[in-house]
């Protein structure tokens, strides 16, 4: 039983292959993942920036004056150069690190949310698509079909056995099916080229399987709007933190030379210098307090995300249930249908029914096999949105 489950699955997996493989192919096109390399070779960059600076921030002053005293027959000269570095050593701003780290997170999830909108619209264009090809052959085949009676209608009008309006009326109705199966032909055109623009050498794909593969708590665990909004929330928390620690001193050492070319002088002068900044500023953690605030309200959020993601769930779970029970009703309803459009047929040729019994049945017949066609990709639409995001693999 594993076995053929397991076999079952990788049928199916390898079915949505061709969907994820035109997906992937449409984010090359849009470039996200270049977008977020760059950024993340910036940010990453910017990190090893701030870590060095921590303890290596140097800076050299170099000054130069000449002096023209009364009491000495010429001037002299007066270098001064001095070198110092800044030290962070107790991390005060070693939360500017955590940021950066934070906010390419953030990036992660604002381009999973980039990536599931695309494939969700993708979808519903792959979906609109094969629903058009299907509805225009639909329309195709019945066209044929009764223009093979009509033609038979005509010997019967020559004959006598039939009016003109009769044949007219058979004529308009051809007329409604050839308007429609143009109507079919443009969405399906353009459709088509639309998906080109987002993957020019990939051939449009099927959707993926028709059966859900994950569970609720899988689709739920996929989240990045939520993921998103939690990282704001540490965003300002670190950043409040970062404001509490401002109050940590620096120390800064130098050295410095000095060369005087003054008879007077006592020669040249040297000196090592340490400096610690002790800074008093109570606005900070004002501030950082202001912050936490304004990250428990971002907290408060998380709750309405985890609603929306449930409720989107279940859009598409009971959308997916309604589909394949309306199918199953539809397609035993479709076999009644059938039979009754050949027997209408025979009769409406032999005239023992009018046009109007004929015209209605194949109308309903006709309605059946189109809710059929828009059922069907509907419920492998869902399905395949379920099954993408519950895997995680359009994040990838």
């Known amino acids: 039983m594993f076995k053929k489950l397991a076999i079952v699955s990788l049928l199916t997996l ?39 600076n921590r303890y290596a921030n140097f800076s050299l002053d170099a000054s130069y004056a000449k002096t023209d005293a009364k009491l000495l027959d010429h001037a002299f000269d007066t270098t001064d150069i001095s070198l110092s570095d800044t030290i962070d050593l107790f991390g005060k701003n070693s939360y500017k690190i955590e940021m950066l780290h934070l906010d390419l997170k953030s990036k992660k999830a604002e381009l999973d949310v980039q ?27 019945l066209f044929s079909k009764q223009e093979k009676i009509y033609k038979k209608l005509k010997l019967l009008q020559r004959n006598g056995d039939i009016t003109n309006l009769d044949l ?7 007329t409604t099916l ?22 020019q050498d990939e051939s449009i794909p099927m959707l993926g399987s028709s059966k859900l593969l994950y569970t609720k708590e899988a689709f739920l665990a996929h989240d990045p709007y939520l993921a998103k909004n939690m990282l704001d929330v540490e965003k300002q928390n670190t950043q409040a933190q970062g404001l509490e620690n401002s109050y940590r001193p620096t120390l ?17 002068n040297y000196a090592f210098a340490v400096l610690v900044h002790l800074p008093l500023n109570g606005g900070d953690f004002k501030e950082a307090e202001a912050l936490r605030v304004r990250a428990l309200g971002e907290k408060t959020k998380s709750r309405a995300y985890k609603l929306q993601r449930e409720k989107e769930y279940l859009k598409h779970y009971h959308s997916y249930q309604d589909a394949q029970k309306q199918l199953r009703i539809l397609e035993n309803a479709l076999k009644d249908y059938q039979k009754s459009q050949k027997s209408i047929k025979i009769a409406y040729l032999k005239r023992y029914v009018n046009f109007n019994t004929y015209l209605q049945v194949l109308t309903h017949s006709l309605s059946v096999k189109e809710q059929i066609i828009n059922l069907k990709y509907q419920k492998d639409l869902e399905a395949t949105i379920i099954n993408a995001i519950a895997s995680g693999r359009i994040y990838e």
Not at 26 to 42: G, I, N
Not at 115 to 141: C, G, P, T, V, W
Not at 168 to 174: D, E
């Open 178 to 199: 050839q308007t429609q199966m143009i109507t079919y032909k443009e969405e399906f055109a353009k459709m088509k080229k639309q998906l080109k623009l987002y993957a």
């Open 252 to 268: 800064s050492t130098g050295v410095s030379y000095q060369k005087i070319d003054d008879p007077t002088a006592n020669g040249d």
């Open 14 to 52: 390898t079915a949505h292959a061709d969907m994820m493989g035109f997906y992937k192919e449409a984010v090359k096109t849009l470039r996200y993942d270049k977008a977020y390399s760059l950024y993340e070779t910036s940010n990453k960059l910017s990190q090893k920036g701030i870590g060095y």
């Open 115 to 141: 990536k599931e909108q695309l494939f969700i619209s993708l979808a519903d264009m792959i979906a609109l698509y094969h629903r058009m090809k299907d509805q225009r052959l639909l329309y195709q085949n």
């Open 168 to 174: 007219l009326r058979f004529k308009n109705t051809l």
